[in-house]
């Protein structure tokens, strides 16, 4: 027999909805038309659930506009985990455009409700700063939190914090102890870390080229693109298994497709160059745009040096990627902008100018020199 869910109240209404059921003869409402009227009678924390089975396709067809309109009702009401549902939406785009800054906003909401699920992916806006605040210690708070709760994938993050002693202290061993857990445990890219330790012989481990090799090749078939990335640098170095070029291409390829933009860069390279694979430039600049497309601002340049030497065409198209390659941060792709805003068909001196204001901010001694001219 169903137990009604702790969430849902036992009190009168909805033991008045069981008792006009059954004295109108109908069947009993099964516990999840429950939840669905405790919903919509007001209970909207019930909502968060049926958002869940909207999302989900659980029960009913799949409809993401639906689920985020109940996830809306439920966070409205303090229903943490529906808070972090919808930012996770948001995050993500499912349903709607990618909404960082307020998935930020809901996400960390979330987690300080002690929806300790959504620590994780505060953590990692926080850290990046791609939700338009960057605050790595608040992050790394976050990440200890899931951490504690059993999240590998927090565990793994904060390890990384701990191997490169920016954020907080660096203790190699306490990184080690994450990343063996997490990989244990099956998080794909704790094993690449884990892997990059042994190579390098730190946090107590001896150095040792083939346990780091196979941690890479457990990373890389159990999906994770930083593990194919470091089988394809061990396979071009010869660090640990015999040097093959054309292996290595087929890892970057594959660290690439499972969404790697480093790993798309360096599979663009060896198509550039032909290392292990037939010269191809239509394959580099798919690749270098792949690797646009997943945040990699040196991809984004190397795709709009391609236009703007003639290798692909329009020209113009070059600047849709300088402007990318900007947008992720890359400070020489700041510089071409500017130029290309000044010198275009079209000059705009305004966006110029705060293009070269970026540069500056990121450092580009160019785009300094520039301002000042």
Same mark, same amino acid.
């Given at each position: 027999?169903?137990?009604?869910?702790?969430?849902?109240?036992?009190?009168?209404?909805?033991?008045?909805?069981?008792?006009?059921?059954?004295?109108?003869?109908?069947?009993?409402?099964?516990?999840?038309?429950?939840?669905?009227?405790?919903?919509?009678?007001?209970?909207?924390?019930?909502?968060?659930?049926?958002?869940?089975?909207?999302?989900?396709?659980?029960g009913v067809p799949v409809n993401t506009g639906k689920a985020?309109?109940?996830?809306?009702?439920?966070?409205?009401?303090?229903?943490?985990?529906?808070?972090?549902?919808?930012?996770?939406?948001?995050?993500?785009?499912?349903?709607?455009?990618?909404?960082?800054?307020?998935?930020?906003?809901?996400?960390?909401?979330?987690?300080?409700?002690?929806?300790?699920?959504?620590?994780?992916?505060?953590?990692?806006?926080?850290?990046?700063?791609?939700?338009?605040?960057?605050?790595?210690?608040?992050?790394?708070?976050?990440?200890?939190?899931?951490?504690?709760?059993?999240?590998?994938?927090?565990?793994?993050?904060?390890?990384?914090?701990?191997?490169?002693?920016?954020?907080?202290?660096?203790?190699?061993?306490?990184?080690?102890?994450?990343?063996?857990?997490?990989?244990?445990?099956?998080?794909?890219?704790?094993?690449?870390?884990?892997?990059?330790?042994?190579?390098?012989?730190?946090?107590?481990?001896?150095?040792?080229?083939?346990?780091?090799?196979?941690?890479?090749?457990?990373?890389?078939?159990?999906?994770?693109?930083?593990?194919?990335?470091?089988?394809?640098?061990?396979?071009?170095?010869?660090?640990?298994?015999?040097?093959?070029?054309?292996?290595?291409?087929?890892?970057?390829?594959?660290?690439?497709?499972?969404?790697?933009?480093?790993?798309?860069?360096?599979?663009?390279?060896?198509?550039?160059?032909?290392?292990?694979?037939?010269?191809?430039? %239509? /394959? #580099? =600049?798919?690749?270098?745009?792949?690797? +646009?497309? *997943? !945040?990699?601002?040196?991809? $984004? @340049? &190397?795709?709009?040096?391609?236009?703007?030497?003639?290798h692909a065409s329009p020209a113009a198209r070059a600047g849709?990627?300088?402007?990318?390659?900007?947008?992720?941060?890359?400070?020489?792709?700041?510089?071409?902008?500017?130029?290309?805003?000044?010198?275009?068909?079209?000059?705009?001196? %305004? /966006? #110029? =100018?705060?293009?070269?204001?970026?540069? +500056?901010? *990121? !450092?580009?001694?160019?785009? $300094? @020199? &520039?301002?000042?001219?």
């Amino acid at each position: 027999m169903s137990k009604v869910r702790p969430t849902i109240s036992t009190t009168w209404l909805p033991m008045a909805a069981i008792g006009l059921s059954l004295a109108c003869g109908a069947p009993p409402l099964t516990e999840r038309q429950l939840i669905e009227r405790s919903c919509h009678s007001g209970s909207l924390r019930d909502c968060g659930e049926v958002g869940w089975w909207h999302e989900c396709g659980n029960g009913v067809p799949v409809n993401t506009g639906k689920a985020q309109g109940y996830y809306e009702q439920a966070c409205s009401a303090g229903d943490a985990r529906s808070c972090g549902r919808l930012g996770n939406m948001y995050r993500e785009g499912i349903g709607g455009r990618v909404d960082l800054p307020r998935a930020l906003v809901l996400l960390q909401g979330a987690c300080t409700a002690s929806d300790l699920r959504s620590c994780t992916l505060a953590a990692i806006l926080l850290e990046n700063g791609r939700g338009g605040t960057r605050d790595p210690a608040k992050a790394a708070k976050f990440y200890q939190a899931a951490c504690n709760d059993g999240d590998h994938r927090a565990c793994a993050n904060l390890g990384t914090m701990y191997a490169e002693g920016k954020v907080l202290a660096n203790d190699d061993r306490h990184a080690v102890r994450l990343f063996k857990a997490a990989c244990e445990a099956n998080w794909a890219p704790a094993c690449s870390s884990l892997g990059r330790m042994y190579e390098s012989g730190r946090g107590g481990l001896d150095p040792s080229p083939s346990q780091a090799v196979a941690l890479y090749n457990k990373a890389c078939e159990m999906g994770a693109g930083s593990g194919c990335l470091l089988m394809g640098f061990a396979c071009e170095k010869g660090m640990g298994i015999q040097s093959d070029t054309t292996r290595a291409a087929f890892y970057f390829v594959q660290s690439c497709e499972r969404g790697h933009d480093v790993g798309c860069h360096y599979a663009a390279q060896v198509y550039e160059q032909g290392r292990g694979v037939p010269t191809s430039r %239509e /394959r #580099a =600049l798919e690749l270098y745009g792949r690797g +646009c497309d *997943l !945040g990699n601002g040196v991809a $984004c @340049a &190397a795709a709009a040096g391609y236009y703007e030497q003639g290798h692909a065409s329009p020209a113009a198209r070059a600047g849709h990627y300088w402007e990318r390659g900007c947008s992720n941060d890359h400070a020489i792709s700041c510089v071409k902008l500017a130029e290309h805003l000044q010198r275009g068909s079209q000059p705009d001196p %305004e /966006r #110029a =100018l705060q293009a070269l204001k970026r540069a +500056c901010e *990121l !450092g580009e001694p160019l785009g $300094c @020199a &520039a301002l000042k001219r």
